[in-house]
């Protein structure tokens, strides 16, 4: 079986190539505006990495404000490497770090979960009741895993039944490589799914199935597996030219696709899959629904996403879209809140058509620093989100797209030239494996 030393490439390039994009970085970064006095009082609910990335820009551009961070959370969850640990590429200790190691002197940390925000009176209060008042309020608390939407699944069941659940976080991706790794050992059914809502890295469940069937064809061999990819979805990824690679690439890979098809229910002792699946009578173009079930060996599960509670019951939703998730109404070109001026939305959270990635909220704080700046000093901001997303989309172990897109699902590459972003190469791998946590790093510290 083809492991990870097999392709690692020396530590000497590796660490070449990544001072040279860390120099790149530095030299292309733009020179900071001077300080700017204030008094306000600025709440960032979330210390991830919009939260995180927020508090440090703040500090360095604002003089005399108070910053406040609020987030329960002890550890820091670098989400990108989940796919990595639930390949076995990465141990589940790769993702995790202090939420403390990243925040600037300056930065007072609530270590309480938010648990009302009150955008009339423009108070948050936490769940041990402390009430912080605020001038200004970036919402940016990620979003919640609706484990509990899928009748039969627990997450005490992943790494054993073959049921495996990456997103879960560091722990669960490890023990989804347990699962996953006896079906690429002894062979058999793969049936990898996706939610029916808004998720976070909608490439995640594209790389976990490309990277199982690669181990697997190096292990238990061709002929004694089948991978399977089910989704309630019509395309196989929302960029139309990205969605026909893949289907191209699963067509060579012999990989099965079910789309149309919603998950609704498991039953783990059967190891059976109940589906959903929606199709179009050909006279009377209406939707016919009727279920499926789906044996399988190896099974991947990716739950329903939603905003936080505390988001939800803020009245700070779309009230006419997405109203079954609740992201943040906001403006998609300054994620500015529509009826409070004063609050903005980043990350996972906001209510914009693409942008649940880290590489997007790279592009998203910068926006929101102008605009916050600009409302403290009185002005109009100038910078817009054009709904920049990057995906390195694995699609074996050493070769990888680097496929990024705006909000019209142009092609937006950063090495227009270099690196093609719908060739299979291994320097797109070695972005997601290597670069891609010290440019993550970079951005934590409001450097990049």
Known sequence: ???????????????????????????????RAAKVATKARIVIIGAGAAGTAMANRLIDRLDGAEITLVDARAEHLYQPGLSLVAAGLKPASYTLSKTTDWLPSGVRLVSEKAAAIDPVAKSVTTEGGTRLDYDFLIVAPGLVLDHGAIPGFSLDMVGSNGIGALYAGPEYAAKTWDAARKFTEEGGVAVMTRPTTEMKCAGAPLKHAFLVEDIASRGVGAGKYEVHYAAPQGALFGVPIVAEKVRMLFGQRGIKTHMNHKLLSIEPGQKRATFEKTEIDSVTKTEVKSTVEIPYDYLHVIPPQRAPDVVRQSGLSWADKWTDQGWVECDQKTLRHLRYPEIFA????????????????????????????????????????????????????????????????????????VIAPLEELWISWLMKEVALKATYNAMLRGKA
């Open 346 to 417: 980043l990350g996972d959270v906001a209510g914009v058509p693409k942008g649940k990635t880290a590489a997007s909220v790279k592009w998203q704080v910068p926006v929101v620093e102008d605009h916050l700046i600009a409302a403290i000093e009185g002005r109009e901001g100038v910078e817009t989100y054009d709904g920049y997303t990057s995906c390195p989309l694995i699609t074996r172990v050493g070769r990888a797209m680097l496929v990024e897109f705006d909000y019209n699902n142009n092609l937006v590459p950063s090495f227009p030239g």
């Open 1 to 31: 079986m083809l492991t990870y030393e097999d392709i690692r490439p020396s530590r000497r390039g590796l660490l070449g190539l990544a001072a040279a994009g860390l120099a790149a970085a530095t030299l292309t970064a733009p020179a």
